[in-house]
């Protein structure tokens, strides 16, 4: 089997499962992919649309056809010469509901259960209500409400012989040593001396075995009809709507390993690591042994199989420790290459879904082939941002917003307010393991909790990366010059007092390695404060910058996704062509990439808003006009307009960014599912901004006055028209930006990665809309058709044109893997009148050359154009130094025609003359033999 050349990502659920995506590998086949890149398929939630509220990871979702279809899916994949690529998630597991059978044993069994260990709970809280206990913010309205609105359900599970409080869609399993506080109320005499054996395992130290004989016993006793219905009348005796019913239910409930409690209370209390804020998801232990070597089982036996040829890390910055996990898993799959089939890879890759901030890079000393290609994404975004348009459009941004345009501003003010709401529990939790620190010392127990409070959330606020990674050995050198900032701009706010704490802080939290510390409680405890601060600045980082700041700073939206780098409106060539360099040279084989399943706009509405910088006076001149024209249609709210203008000036670049070049105004359907696609956008960014409505209080009122305005906008026939208008100058400058980040995607250093169905142009919006289902059948007719380039190009607005761009180049990396897997990458000059216009690049290795010119900034070169091409004669006298050698014959790789090079440079023109962008390949020892 070929190893890992090129990826396509699917995403699976019950609407689209192994067996569908087995019948689709042919096409994939055809157009060049190397292996599917599959979303998590272990055992998720029933009908979860992503599969990562992974319920058990040890078998293969049901619903996506379990064991048996994945291993005719990967029977298809090897008779295509094809492999497999796993999403696993080793953060985080669903907690709530029923269906996570470990979370269940926990809440029943508490510290006692065997899975105690596998979640990241502190068992040990400050609260004395929740000591030994969890708290579980499930319910809908404040507890006694709930308790007195008999919402709470005792019921008996007899398949079990269990108790559990049943509530909506979650069940809250009672102790079974708490089983006899029910039994002793029936009126029943074998079901009442039961109640006495099961208040004896409260004694017993081996409880949780010794209770299958309780329950067989229950069992027997309850096969007389007479016990059943007794049962069910002394379970009646617990219906919270009477009111001994909600005295006797409440002190069952006391009586168990958690606390129910309201959903708003988690923000403030929860004891256990979730998934960012998510309740529903909770944190895993993956650092212990145990737990790793449970989780990762399955995985790791479809590897030892030849099933699996690589596996993806979900959100790798949540673990404990993300180095030594890759230490780990990287050995254990060396432990079981040897064992793998003949014919498959020994080599089995790992990718990490990293975000990596401005001037980062991912550490070399872990083991690991890359990350999933965040950093590409930003990279070619960045390039084809014009610099220009930076200062109109941040100027546009703060006059009609009345908002900062500066980045960084908008993403402290939304760390603070993450720290203070979101993530308070996490950060008290933080702050109060640094504090352990110092009361352990003489030299600093009269710090305070509030002292370190504020200096930590100094230190965070500041924090320029999504996290550092220090260890027992201390901070990694990699990291300290981000720590170092962040400290700068904390001693800034704090008073000299709190500064010294600050010092204190940056010692224990790696600056001194906890190995060299002597006294072994103190070791414990740094080791502890350094994990949860961690995992504490990485969901910060994601909460305030992607789904805040990112909503509440947008001189232009397409500068804001996920692992983009909005303080910076663009890349200057330089920047780019060094960043491709360090990757081949570091992490060749890394994945690269322009969507992905949590992108927050698709990689062509990216595209088009990237050509809107381009004319950005034009554009603040035109927003003008239409917020004048649209006054009519905005409400007035007592919490003011509706939209704001910061939500109006967003919903403009949206309109713009997204319409689709077949979309006509008139279209009745066609402009109706757009609306509604555009509506469920607006609601998920007025919430994510947290300024008129929020996920955790929605402003219905303003939610409703936004999609009102957004549905009259376009039915209005003149500003309809307007903005189609406008919409309609995008076309042929986001098409062509659209092919060139294709080109870049497939020939840069990398291993490309197309995300399901983006062979055609991607309008797509934030999730769930970027995870519409994919016409294959229409991709797979378009292939078929074996379009000739010009052909394409000419009827571009279907798509086709870069289906065959991608095909075309996928099938170049087949036939010459080596160039890309191991070339080497330089940058090329270039000169005349258009040279910033322009980006260059040559891949070379053992005798082969790959040559790569595009377009960047060309919107006023396309002057007349009928396609997204620009005409040759615009290029003038620039021009592009190739070769020192002299009469160099170069192929193209998308026209099949060759290029006689004569002299050291050749004119742009002549390389972009029949294609947008130009691929050119020469064998160098083939040349000199001829």
């Known amino acids: 089997m070929n190893d890992i050349r090129a990826t396509v990502r699917l995403q699976f659920h019950r609407g689209f499962t192994l067996d569908d995506a087995a019948e689709w590998v042919g096409y994939y086949a055809r157009l060049g992919i190397s292996h599917v890149y599959a979303s998590p398929l272990q055992m998720s939630r029933t009908g979860s649309p992503h599969g990562y509220d992974g319920i058990d990871p040890t078998r293969i979702d ?26 696993i998630v080793p953060n985080h597991m669903a907690v709530g509901g029923s269906q996570t059978s470990w979370w269940q044993d926990v809440l029943a069994w508490g510290q006692e259960s065997p899975y105690a260990e596998f979640f990241d709970i502190d068992w040990h809280s400050p609260d004395p209500l929740l000591a030994g206990r969890l708290l579980l913010p499930f319910l809908g309205s404040p507890y006694a409400d709930t308790l007195c609105g008999g919402e709470l359900l005792l019921r008996h599970e007899p398949a079990a012989m269990d108790f559990h409080v049943a509530y909506h869609e979650h069940r809250f399993p009672i102790d079974p040593r708490r089983h006899g506080d029910i039994l002793r109320l029936a009126e029943y005499e074998a079901l009442r001396d039961l109640a006495p054996r099961f208040d004896a395992l409260q004694q017993r130290e081996d409880a949780y075995t010794a209770v299958n004989d309780c329950r067989h016993e229950l069992r027997q006793a309850l096969a007389e009809p007479a016990a059943q219905q007794a049962l069910r009348r002394a379970l009646a ?55 790793f070597e449970t989780v990762h089982a399955l995985p790791l ?7 699996i040829d690589g596996l993806r890390i979900d959100h790798i910055d949540g673990l404990a420790d993300p180095r030594g996990y890759c230490h780990r898993l990287r050995a254990r799959l060396g432990q079981l290459q040897q064992r793998r089939p003949d014919g498959v890879v020994r080599h089995v890759a790992i990718f990490l879904e990293k975000i990596l901030a401005a001037d980062e890079t991912l550490h070399r000393d872990w083991g690991v082939d890359g990350t999933t290609g965040y950093e590409l994404m930003n990279g070619i975004s960045a390039l084809q941002h014009d610099p220009a348009g930076a200062k109109p459009l941040r100027d546009l941004w703060r006059d009609v917003s009345g908002r900062t345009a500066d980045f960084l501003d908008e993403v402290r003010l939304a760390r603070r307010e993450v720290l203070d709401s979101l993530l308070a529990s996490e950060f008290e939790a933080c702050t109060r393991a640094l504090h352990a620190i110092a009361r352990h010392s003489l030299a600093t127990r009269d710090v305070t909790l509030a002292a370190v409070r504020r200096a930590l959330e100094a230190l965070i606020v500041h924090f320029p990366v999504y996290r550092t990674y220090a260890d027992d050995g201390g901070r990694p050198e990699l990291d300290a010059p981000f720590f170092v900032q962040a400290m700068a701009g904390a001693r800034c706010e704090l008073s000299p007092p709190d500064a010294r704490v600050l010092e204190s802080l940056e010692r224990w939290l790696g600056g001194e390695a906890p190995a060299d510390v002597d006294d072994p409680e103190e070791r414990g405890l740094r080791r502890r404060a350094i994990a949860r601060f961690q995992q504490l600045t990485s969901p910060v980082a994601a909460k305030a910058v992607e789904d805040t700041a990112g909503y509440r700073c947008a001189p232009l939206i397409s500068r804001n996704d996920v692992g983009f780098d909005g303080e910076h409106f663009s890349h200057t060539p330089r920047q780019f062509h060094d960043a491709n360099a360090w990757r081949a040279r570091h992490f060749p084989h890394g994945l690269v990439a322009t969507a992905t399943h949590d992108h927050k706009r698709g990689e062509d509405v990216r595209a088009r808003l990237a050509a809107l910088s381009e004319n950005a006076t034009g554009f603040a001149t035109r927003v003008e006009r239409w917020r004048e024209r649209a006054a009519p249609l905005r409400q007035s709210l007592v919490s003011g307009p509706a939209p704001s203008p910061g939500d109006e000036l967003l919903l403009y670049q949206l309109l713009l960014g997204a319409w689709p070049p077949t979309l006509a105004r008139h279209d009745d359907d066609a402009m109706h599912r757009f609306a509604e696609r555009l509506a469920r956008w607006q609601r998920k960014a007025l919430r994510e901004a947290k300024l008129r409505s929020h996920w955790l209080w929605p402003d219905e009122a303003y939610e409703t006055a936004c999609r009102d305005y957004l549905l009259t906008l376009l039915s209005c026939p003149e500003l309809c028209e307007e903005i189609e208008a406008a919409a309609r100058e995008l076309d042929l400058p986001g098409a062509l930006n659209g092919l060139v980040q294709t080109a870049l995607r497939l020939t840069v250093p990398g291993i490309p990665d197309l995300y399901q169905g983006c062979e055609f142009w991607d309008y797509s919006l934030v999730d769930p809309d970027n995870r519409r289902p994919v016409d294959h059948d229409a991709r797979q007719a378009t292939l078929d058709e074996q379009r000739e380039p010009m052909e394409a190009l000419t009827n571009w607005r279907d798509g086709a044109v870069k289906q065959l761009l ?27 009148e258009q040279a910033e216009r322009l980006v260059a690049f040559l891949r070379q290795h053992a005798g082969q050359q790959l040559l790569v010119v595009v377009p960047r900034l060309a919107t006023g070169l396309l002057a007349g154009a009928k396609r997204p091409q620009v005409p040759p004669a615009q290029w003038g006298n620039t021009r ?42 020469r064998d160098i020892h083939r040349q000199k033999e001829s």
């Open 62 to 87: 049901p619903e996506l056809g379990g064991e048996a279809a994945l291993e005719r899916l990967t029977s298809r994949l090897r008779a295509h010469g094809m492999g497999l690529i796993l999403d």
């Open 237 to 291: 005796l617990f219906d919270g709507s009477t009111g001994s019913g909600a005295i006797r239910l409440h002190d069952l409930l006391e009586g168990q390993r958690y606390r129910l409690a309201w959903w708003r209370t988690g923000a403030d209390e929860i004891n256990w690591r979730r998934f960012f804020d998510i309740n529903e998801l909770g944190g895993l232990r993956i650092e212990q042994p145990d737990v």
């Open 301 to 307: 036996r479809l590897v030892e199989q030849g099933w």
């Open 806 to 832: 991608i095909a075309r180049l996928l099938a170049l990396r087949c036939s010459h893997r080596d160039l890309f897997m191991h070339g080497d990458y330089r940058e090329l000059p270039l000169a005349g």
């Open 880 to 921: 592009l130094s190739i070769s020192d050698e002299p009469n160099c014959i170069w192929q193209s790789m998308l026209s099949g025609t060759t290029l006689r090079v004569t002299h050291e440079s050749i004119p742009a023109g002549e390389l972009l003359s029949e294609f947008p962008v130009g691929i050119y390949r």
